[in-house]
DNA sequence: GCAAGCTATTGTCCATGTGTCAATAGGGTT
DNA sequence: AACCCTATTGACACATGGACAATAGCTTGC
């Protein structure tokens, strides 16, 4: 004879909240199978089925999570002065940091939980973050209308942030890189890349 | 009644060679845990019991397959000519392209396969692999005896190794570069990072 | 204040998958 | 031909995820 489960009735809007970041955590510091959906459940004080009432699964909960956590924050790119593409870019990488350092553990989950697996889902989230990023740089850079070899530049500028989230990983876990040496590396590649690599493909073709 | 199941004994070094050969198919053409082992025994006409025999389990055998594909074979920065840096990593660069064109469908899945989650184990294969690759860069580039902020270096190496991935990738699935773009962008990418961004960070400290 | 209804929440049932292990049988050896 | 070694099997235990009907908390109308 257990005590009578006295039950808490929450609008859905919150208690999807309150499950959410109880994942978040969890997610957060373990991998995807590490965590069971029970486990999930009994941390948020609520009973398994919920879970899947909520977000439907277990891998949609979690790709959830790592939306919110992927998505880089328009913040990053907004209100540039208006002066050198140097300059901008620099801002530009120097919030980037900020943002990394600050949420630090759970970024480092939700990248290297381009885990799963690949399935159409996750990947569109994926796919939807990296082009985000790519609209930011190229907006800092004041790209943004560049027409011909759109494609490529595009291509090789989402090729460039996997660059950026390697080295972000190398600073935040490794400690092999210095705030001050990731803001050098991540500044002059791309502006090589933009200035230097891109009009050479052009030429190339 | 079915007929009396007919057993094929081997050498235990063969049969692991085939339950592993089933196994690179169907991880290279689905996910990890859309695959069962249950599926690969099966195709691999065995008891499900076997292939935990011979691998001590499913996550075990995926990584068996990683190792494989992941670890850059060596024949891609052996036997260079003397001539310059430039030359040499374009032939490196090159041959990488060869590799990974091969192999196409296996790597893209072992790649995007960062997957299952990180635990050690995965970690390590990963780790293992990035050093490689960045043991054959710089030794393509003459500089695998560089000692003053040789683990900056490295980082920035791996750090480029992601790039290089994610532009591979960006040749292989969506086809938004040409391999004669990619062949431009990695090659000078590289050389810029190795001799402009490494003396710089160099210098900031 | 009470009853009734809406729906948030629960607990259970079922399916699938993995790991373990004692029993079985293939094939070489004496 | 009898025997032994071990590759191989099949069945069992256990964990986990998804589905769904039953239940109970809030709110609304009178």
Redesign the interface.
């Known amino acids: 004879m257990q005590p009578p489960v006295q039950r808490r009735r929450l609008e859905p809007d919150q208690r999807r909240s309150e499950i959410l970041a109880v994942a978040r955590t969890l997610f957060g510091e373990r991998?995807?199978?590490?965590v069971s959906v029970a486990e999930i459940a009994q941390e948020a004080g609520v009973a398994r089925g919920l879970v899947n009432h909520y977000f439907g699964g277990k891998r949609q909960l979690y790709l959830e999570v790592v939306r919110r956590m992927l998505i880089v924050p328009a913040s990053v790119a907004e209100n540039l002065p208006r002066t050198t593409i140097e300059e901008r870019i620099s801002i530009c990488v120097d919030r980037w940091l900020d943002v990394v350092e600050r949420d630090k553990e759970l970024w480092l989950s939700a990248i290297?939980?381009?885990?799963?697996?690949?399935?159409r889902d996750t990947e569109q989230i994926l796919l939807e973050a990296d082009e985000v990023a790519t609209d930011h740089i190229l907006q800092a850079a004041m790209m943004s209308d560049v027409v011909e070899g759109r494609?490529?530049l595009?291509?090789?500028v989402?090729?460039?942030?996997?660059?950026l989230?390697?080295?972000s990983r190398?600073w935040l876990v490794?400690g092999?890189?210095?705030r001050?040496?990731l803001h050098?590396?991540l500044t002059?590649?791309v502006l090589?890349?933009l200035r230097?690599?891109f009009p050479?493909?052009r030429a190339?073709?």
């Open positions: 991998t995807y199978s590490a290297g939980a381009e885990a799963i697996g690949q399935d494609t490529e595009r291509a090789m989402r090729a460039y942030g996997s660059m989230k390697a080295a190398e490794r092999a890189l210095s001050a040496d050098v590396m002059r590649s090589h890349l230097d690599v050479a493909v190339d073709s």
